[in-house]
């Protein structure tokens, strides 16, 4: 049985940058190869792991998604040996200054996060949260050298250490969204060991974090008759709002909103109560956020399953989340794939 601490663990010790994942897909690759039939990469570079069923050909399919890009940062200028820096996906600019980092240049590059100090500030950003052109990357060497390895361009990724903080929860970058590649990766072992009906497109998409591109791109590919995305949600944080947060280690959500499907919602939640998954309901009135509002939109339109999973501190350089509701939301998304038939699209319509 897979261990998702280490598994997980492994997982945010890798690069991988939205746009640029195919240092983090070999970890992947490795992960599934496992409990896959077959491996593929989109032509975006979205991995693509196929799991046969073993009903009747054709057999109907599904889409299991979850992003595999992170958010991080990007050289946009070089100036006296340091580094100015622009986003590549939405970042908290707020926790920026002295964080480490790794900047990707013709080598590896260890720095750090400055902020210019204070009394240099224009008198208007003073007090407050220094504003994103005025933060730099110091990587402790020379312009020259600086400059022969560093080009405008290249990307930086967070390097902080993964933090286990009780056995309960993990702490650590890019846990959006490797924390749901992990509960895929589970959610595959389980199925291997049990038979169901459907094949199983296990895929992790690129390019979420800034245009859903491989969201878009694979379910065009393998056209499957529905989509499940697994993908991380706001936990309770101090003084966050109590209806748009959700519990940390209570069970992953199911989200609810024009883009899932009311049919798919209703059986995952009785399906979550009668095997005993704890799961909240999560409103989400207009987009829902992940890679299930483009995958709705291909073709004639893909039924969608929202499946989320808590974690505080979004799109921070240290976010964390529960074990326990990464394996729930792992276990929820297989139960459901096990208990489809030959026959679910025949009940498949939308009333709300």
């Known amino acids: 049985m897979t261990e998702i601490l280490p598994l997980l663990t492994d997982f945010i010790s890798a690069p991988g940058i939205s746009g640029y994942e195919g240092s983090f897909r070999p970890l992947v690759e490795k992960a599934w190869t496992p409990f896959t039939d077959q491996l ?118 967070f390097a902080q250490p993964p933090l286990n903080t009780t056995g309960e929860t993990l702490a650590g970058h890019t846990l959006d969204n490797r924390a749901s590649v992990a509960a895929l990766t589970y959610c595959l072992e389980l199925l291997h060991a049990r038979p169901h009906a459907w094949d199983v497109w296990a895929v992790a998409t690129v390019q979420e974090e800034v245009n859903y591109g491989g969201a878009f791109t694979s379910a065009f590919q393998l056209q499957p008759s529905l989509c499940i995305t697994i993908d991380v949600t706001f936990a309770s944080e101090p003084s966050s709002p109590s209806h748009v947060t959700f519990p940390l280690g209570k069970g992953p959500t199911l989200g609810w909103g024009p883009v899932v499907h009311p049919f798919l919602f209703k059986t995952a939640k009785e399906l979550a109560a009668r095997l005993e998954i704890p799961v909240t309901l999560e409103p989400t009135p207009r987009s829902s956020g992940t890679d299930s509002d483009a995958m709705v939109m291909v073709a004639e339109g893909i039924p969608n399953l929202v499946i989320g999973i808590p974690l505080r501190y979004m799109h921070n350089p240290v976010e964390m989340i529960s074990l326990k509701d990464v394996s729930r939301a792992g276990r929820l998304a297989a139960e459901f794939i096990a208990h489809l038939d030959d026959t679910f699209m025949q009940k498949l319509t939308w009333e709300e």
């Open 40 to 157: 593929s990469v989109s032509r975006l570079g979205s991995l693509h792991g196929l799991q046969r069923g073993i009903g009747v050909e054709p057999r109907p399919s599904l889409i299991v998604a979850t992003h595999m890009d992170a958010i991080g940062l990007m050289v946009n200028a070089l100036v006296d040996g340091f580094l100015r820096i622009t986003t590549v996906g939405g970042i908290d600019v707020r926790l920026l200054p002295g964080q480490l980092v790794t900047v990707h240049g013709r080598q590896d590059l260890p720095g750090m996060i400055v902020a210019t100090p204070g009394r240099l500030l224009p008198s208007s950003v003073r007090p407050g949260v220094v504003p994103l052109e005025y933060l730099l990357v110091d990587v402790g060497i020379l312009p020259d050298e600086v400059a022969s390895l560093v080009r405008v361009g290249d990307t930086i990724s």
